[in-house]
């Protein structure tokens, strides 16, 4: 399947709470239906200009899945979706007005370098997932 047609996850690659969301989205996508790429690389960039999305916030992590675009809060209820199984049960968040949602997940964003740090560059993933990320 070509990379670009699965459901791709757009990270900020400095970001250590985001890297170990992909690193947990890697152990529990068991049938490896996701790609992904940080959003401060050239395919992050590329795709960010594609949909008409900001090229310099890196305060959200993207989800694109049959050509739509799903960001913040929204983003993480429909990787849930894609998971199936019990992972559908958290989708039971989407009663929660968005804003409401939104606005955890801004605070969230907005405090993870102070509470889980900031790397220099953006993560180098291991061999046996590197295939897994798009370039």
């Known amino acids: 399947m070509d990379k670009e047609k699965q459901p791709i996850i757009l990270f900020d690659g400095v970001c250590h709470f985001c890297n170990q969301a992909v690193q947990f989205i890697i152990r529990h996508d068991k049938k490896e239906q996701t790609v992904f790429a940080a959003l401060q690389s050239p395919i ?18 993207i989800f694109i899945h ?23 049960l958290l989708y039971l968040f ?3 007005p968005r804003p409401i949602r939104d606005a955890i997940y801004h605070y969230i964003a907005k405090n993870r370098y102070k509470w889980f740090g900031k790397a220099d560059q953006c993560m180098l993933p291991s061999a046996k997932v590197r295939r897994r990320f798009l370039s």
């Open 94 to 96: 989407i009663i929660i």
């Open 44 to 61: 992050g960039q590329k795709l960010l200009l594609q949909y008409e999305l900001p090229t310099d916030e890196f305060d959200s992590f």
């Open 66 to 88: 049959n050509g739509k675009v799903y960001q913040k809060s929204q983003a993480a209820l429909q990787l849930c979706l894609l998971f199936g199984g019990g992972w559908r």
